[in-house]
């Protein structure tokens, strides 16, 4: 259902354009009555008013809404970052809303977004939606949506990592640096982009004539998680010579465990995380990982959100915005 607008207000109770308009910025020379048929009609139809235009008019600044998982992450604290600025810059403030991977919590969050009148949203929905309805209700009411870091089935723009490069680099310097059996521990959960560093990590051993097996793929998806399922696959008598992680947190884990077991790295084991974590920098040894750009998904989010929301912006199809990630090498590999 398409977004109403003032005119078709007008059209459908038989009044002017500006009387409906009047009437909707509860102007003192229109009568109660008036407003209170205005208001009603457009409150039932999900009336929305053009907060660009408004934000022209009256030189407010305009708000955008902002959906993560979490804020403490640090990838997607810079993603955070990366907005912020970019719609500070461009006139813009922002509403911050947390899900904390619960898709009810995360319908909770639309709807705040929604009662506060929003321009716009730029959202990153949880690792557990498969109900996009919601979104697509504030989509088909006329809200500009700008999806971030996960896939998702919207029409709408979307901002994403290079997952498939990012793996590939990563397994392919694994091959190149001589390890030989190479095992990829991800998350139970298949989103798009756990999908897409799985499709990567097979495309890498297949390219270098390597097996790819599903016995090689193992499950995790906190750190506790990685260290069980670690401890594991260390046991067996031919051991893994190098683990791609899917995230750093795992890699954690994972190097938690070798210390441990006291098998060193990176000499008999590498390790390789993705996302590029302040922690990795932290650890001991220094963790090699794949660098997503939080700052610049961020930045070119909001880039798109405008571009929706200027008045005399072409109606072009939406667009997916692929961000190249970059591998880089610390001392848990060679």
């Known amino acids: 259902m398409a977004a109403i607008t003032i005119k078709d207000i007008a059209h459908e109770l038989h009044f002017s354009v500006s009387t409906v308009s009047r009437a909707l910025q509860n102007h003192p020379d229109i009568s109660e009555e008036t407003k209170k048929i205005i208001t009603n009609y457009a409150r039932e139809h999900h009336y929305r008013p053009n907060q660009m235009a408004s934000s022209l008019r ?5 708000t955008i809404g902002l959906i993560l998982p979490e804020l403490t992450s640090y990838f997607f604290s810079t993603i955070l970052e990366g907005v912020e600025k ?6 813009y403030n922002v509403l911050i809303a947390r899900t904390k991977e619960d898709p009810e919590h995360e319908k909770q969050c639309l709807q705040m977004l929604d009662n506060a009148r929003v321009a716009g949203i730029i959202a990153c929905p949880t690792k557990r939606t498969f109900d996009f309805r919601p979104y697509e209700n504030m989509i088909q009411q006329g809200v500009p949506m700008v999806v971030v870091d996960r896939y ?8 994403i990592s290079d997952d498939f490069g990012g793996a590939f680099q990563a397994v392919e310097y694994l091959i190149q640096t001589g390890c030989k059996r190479i095992v990829m521990l991800t998350t139970p959960f298949s989103t798009a982009a756990v999908l897409e560093r799985q499709r990567g990590y097979k495309a890498a051993l297949e390219h270098y004539n390597f097996t790819y097996s599903e016995q090689n793929i193992h499950y995790a998806d906190t750190r506790e998680e990685a260290v069980r399922e670690a401890s594991a696959f260390f046991a067996q008598e031919q051991r893994p010579d190098a683990v791609f992680c899917v995230n750093d947190s795992i890699a954690d884990g994972v190097i938690y465990v070798a210390k441990m077991m006291h098998i060193s790295i990176p000499d008999e084991l590498s390790v390789c995380g993705f996302s590029n974590d302040i922690h990795t920098r932290l650890t001991d040894p220094m963790q090699t990982t794949v660098e997503q750009y939080g700052k610049r998904i961020g930045k070119t ?3 798109r959100l405008i571009f929706r929301l200027e008045e005399d912006s072409p109606k072009t199809d939406a667009e997916q915005v692929v961000i190249p990630t970059g591998l880089r090498v610390r001392e848990t590999t060679h």
């Not at 970019?86 to 006139?91: K, L, P, T, Y």
């Open 86 to 91: 970019a719609a500070n810059v461009a006139g």
């Open 301 to 303: 989010a909001v880039e």
């Open 152 to 159: 998702s089935p919207l029409n709408c723009d979307q901002v």
């Open 58 to 62: 009256t030189q407010k600044v305009t």
